[in-house]
């Protein structure tokens, strides 16, 4: 017999961890649904390493870049998305929890999968708007092309700066100021030497 799941509101979370226990995947809560995003691949794990790279010695003192960091939407008991890449503050290192509150955020950074689907995507950048996360970052492997999200209301972002990859993503001076984006890879290619 299959252990019992609970999968109502105000559960979810309980769920998400029972079946991340069972079945070993991770799992987030998007506007309450549970969600099982794909395992990332080596390059894609090779991206996020590569732009924390590029970002962490920029960045000032009191802050740190961390991979597989949670957020969880305010005043939503369920609701959590779990980024590639986060920039906050550095005491958070020293935290038994897993949740960082989106107001502590000052960077997300997704990269999206090869087969993420458009809707998924704006679903998830959405999401990010409306727990307050003040800059999302969105790397795409799939067309060497990335996206500066900015000022978070009512639940969408109103600014938003596009590039390709060559191009220095434009952060503020407080987060290290331009992002170098040469050398990411592209998923399907092999990366030059």
């Known amino acids: 017999m299959s252990p019992l799941i609970p999968v109502r509101r105000g559960r979810l979370r309980e769920a998400a961890g029972r079946i ?42 009191q802050n740190e870049a961390f991979e597989n960091v949670s957020v969880p939407m305010p005043g939503d008991p369920d609701d959590y998305a779990t980024l590639d890449l986060t920039i906050g503050p550095r005491a958070f ?34 999401w990010y708007a409306a727990a307050g996360v003040p800059l999302l970052l969105q790397i795409d492997p799939r067309t060497g092309t990335w996206s500066l999200f900015g000022r978070p209301a009512e639940g969408q972002y109103n600014s938003v700066t596009h590039g390709k990859y060559g191009e220095d993503v434009p952060l503020p001076a407080q987060l290290g100021g331009d992002l170098r984006t040469a050398g990411l890879s592209l998923y399907g290619t092999r990366p030059s030497i």
Do not use: M, Y
């Open 93 to 126: 290192r020293d935290d038994d929890g897993w949740l960082l509150d989106a107001d502590a955020v000052e960077l997300a950074v997704e990269v999206i999968s090869p087969n993420e689907r458009l809707k998924g995507i704006n679903e998830k950048t959405a």
């Open 20 to 61: 991340e226990q069972l079945a070993g995947v991770s799992v987030e809560i998007i506007g309450g649904t549970l969600v099982i995003p794909p395992n990332p691949s080596g390059r894609h794990a090779g991206i996020v390493i590569g732009l924390r790279d590029a970002n962490r010695p920029q960045l000032p003192r």
